[in-house]
């Protein structure tokens, strides 16, 4: 188990209801781990989104060619009259 550090930190009043109304509704065993669980979300989402912003970088330094897009295409129509209508309606 890792070891912890206590970090004092100011919050309104409506936040610290949020932090409670969070614990009282059973998700969360106190306000710590809601804390926790806030930061640990916040790093996961800044690292999905630099995962973005990094292939659209790519993407735009590679953009698919003319073929690339109608040959994908193509294939999507393919699928398309490929799949078994009937047996859906």
Known sequence: MSTTQQVAV???VRHLEM???LVVE???ENRAEVVRVAIEEMARAA???ETARRDAIAYAAFPDT???IARSHA???ASIEEEPWEKWW
């Open 10 to 12: 100011r919050l309104t």
């Open 19 to 21: 932090l409670d109304w």
């Open 26 to 28: 059973g998700d969360f």
């Open 47 to 49: 690292k999905r989104a």
């Open 66 to 68: 003319a073929e690339e």
């Open 75 to 77: 294939a999507g129509i």
